[in-house]
């Protein structure tokens, strides 16, 4: 493995050449269904006809990295029986994955199963970030990778339930070389989230969340400082949940509403919603008539295109009333109530799953549009694979035995083998790298 190279300047040093945003509030209007502003939403291969030839899985098994092109045999990578959660490139070519229970070494190997190799260890980083390797996501289109490294105190003994406050840094490291280089080190973090850095589509920008505020980096440089402000929360501070538009012109920052202390290690009870475009180097609050709450495990759901938000509400952010669903405008801030039989939006897990293309959002045995309508698919979903695909199963307890099978949105429904495996971890492979 690679030494580290130190490349970090200190932020402070950088000329501050923008000023910070100011908050104006944006007019709301009637209708959340009203015409959305024009954004790039498109998906990779979107214009390729679909084939499960193409289909790229990876997934674990007794501790070993197996792959599964198509319907074919899986093939085992690796050996050490001590692998786990492995990720893909955008291309398909390069996994990812952790060794071990601890969050400590990370290796890298190629979609062939050559070039296996450890590529990131805790404890031959700096000092200040020999903790947990967190957060591992790919640069787009690209075989570089970014992660968080967390060094936090132990947990608080006694009464304390506080999360344990941790120093956090931020490492980019080229998964085919090893070599490792720092963006930022010494911010400031805890243990109730486990990143604080988003990567724009484009992977020019990353945003990157830490005591209150956001600054926007290219590469190791900060570029935009102080982009986006937000509270506090004490005693622990809670992290925005960050979206970037697909065009990758700003982001959508969803932050504590205000500045009152919750419970220790929980987060906010309400939340607002920030628009945050980069030529305008200027932030606009979303002015959503009914507040967004957290109320057991359910809160919000952002769509990929950031033009749509499920939320759940109680009509006045207090705590009292039985909360109700929404779908919200994020261009206009305008919002109406939504019968989605008491379902939870969450930004903690997928429910809804959105389809890539944000026209369509599944759970359990129905999908629906952002306009109302649904679809019974007479199974229970599992995942989209595309914008117009998606995986689901049937059980039939007579038997019993569980199908599964690709349905298509206005189209065919396709029959898998019993014996097929499916994987969260996928790709959908270009044509001309389909095996």
């Not at 104006?24 to 499960?52: D, G, H, K, Y």
């Not at 501790?63 to 990578?77: C, D, S």
């Not at 779908?327 to 969450?346: A, E, K, M, V």
């Not at 799953?353 to 952002?370: G, L, N, R």
């Amino acid at each position: 493995m690679a030494t580290v190279v130190d490349v970090y300047e200190n932020p402070t040093a950088l000329q501050r050449f923008t000023p910070v945003p100011i908050f104006t509030p944006i007019r709301q209007t009637q209708s959340p269904l009203a015409t959305i502003i024009a954004l790039s939403t498109s998906t990779s291969n979107s214009n390729q006809p679909f084939s499960i030839d193409r289909i790229r899985q990876v997934y674990v098994k007794g501790g070993n990295i197996y792959l599964i092109n198509g319907l074919n045999l899986p093939r085992q990578l690796t050996h050490s029986g001590r692998d786990r959660d492995p990720i893909f490139s955008d291309d398909g070519e390069k996994i990812v994955f952790y060794r071990g229970e601890d969050d400590n070494d990370v290796y890298s190997i190629n979609a062939d199963g050559s070039n296996e190799q450890l590529i990131i260890k805790s404890k031959s980083l700096p000092t200040l970030a020999q903790g947990d390797i967190k957060a591992l996501t790919f640069v787009p289109k690209t075989h570089l990778l970014l992660f968080n490294t967390y060094l936090c105190n132990p947990s608080p003994q006694g009464p304390s339930y506080n999360a344990p406050e941790c120093t956090v840094g931020l490492y980019r490291v080229d998964t085919d070389s090893g070599e490792i280089s720092i963006i930022v080190g010494g911010l400031t973090g805890n243990t109730m989230q486990e990143r604080n850095f988003e990567i724009s589509p484009d992977g020019t920008f990353i945003s990157v969340s830490s005591s209150g505020h956001i600054d926007i980096y290219a590469g190791n440089r900060i570029i935009y400082p102080d982009a986006v402000h937000y509270y506090r929360t004490p005693p622990d501070e809670y992290l925005p949940q960050q979206y970037w538009l697909p065009d990758s012109s700003g982001l959508i920052a969803v932050v504590a509403a205000d500045q009152e202390s919750n419970e220790p290690a929980t987060p906010p009870s309400t939340y607002s919603v920030l628009r945050y475009t980069i030529k305008d180097n200027q932030v606009v609050q979303i002015p959503f008539e009914l507040p967004i709450i957290f109320n057991s495990g359910c809160n919000f759901s952002v769509s990929p295109d950031t033009n749509w938000i499920f939320y759940i509400s109680d009509g006045n952010g207090q705590g009292v009333g039985t909360p109700s669903l929404y779908i919200g405008n994020l261009n206009n801030g305008s919002t109406q109530l939504f019968d989605w039989d008491g379902r939870c939006p969450s930004s903690y897990y997928s429910d809804p799953q959105w389809s890539p293309d944000s026209k369509y959002f599944a759970s359990q045995k129905t999908i629906w549009s952002v306009e109302g309508s649904s679809i019974s698919i007479g199974g229970d979903f599992i995942a989209w694979i595309d914008s117009n695909h998606y995986l689901y199963t049937i059980y039939d307890a007579n038997i019993p035995k569980t199908s599964t099978f690709i349905g298509e949105i206005g189209g065919d429904t396709i029959s898998l083998p019993e014996d097929f495996i499916w994987s969260s971890e996928f790709i959908i492979l270009d044509p001309k790298n389909t095996p």
